[in-house]
């Protein structure tokens, strides 16, 4: 089986955001330093569709599950 490489970028598009580079990177530093307790999928500035969709890929361990994370890391900074 091959395995998706998937991007933040991919991650952006497929949440309906904007997905440029500096677009990304506004979008981190406007939200980053969420709190070490909250899950990335209940950061309030989600849509219910887009919380849903960060839980379960996540849960199920899917493709997008590393992107997933690399975004949470950059999102829990202090």
Same mark, same amino acid.
Not at 12 to 18: D, H, K, N, S
Not at 32 to 35: T, V, Y
């Given at each position: 089986?091959?395995?998706s490489l998937h991007?933040?970028?991919n991650l952006? #598009?497929?949440?309906?955001?904007?997905s440029k580079d500096e677009e990304i990177e506004t979008f981190i530093q406007t939200h980053?330093?969420? /709190?070490g307790y909250i899950t990335l999928a209940e950061?309030?500035?989600w849509t219910?569709?887009? #919380?849903?969709f960060l839980r379960e890929e996540i849960l199920k361990d899917a493709d997008w599950a590393e992107v997933i994370d690399q975004?949470? /890391?950059r999102l829990?900074?202090?």
């Open positions: 089986m091959e395995a991007t933040l970028n952006f #598009a497929q949440l309906g955001l904007p980053s330093h969420l /709190a950061a309030p500035w219910p569709a887009q #919380a849903a975004l949470n /890391a829990h900074k202090k």
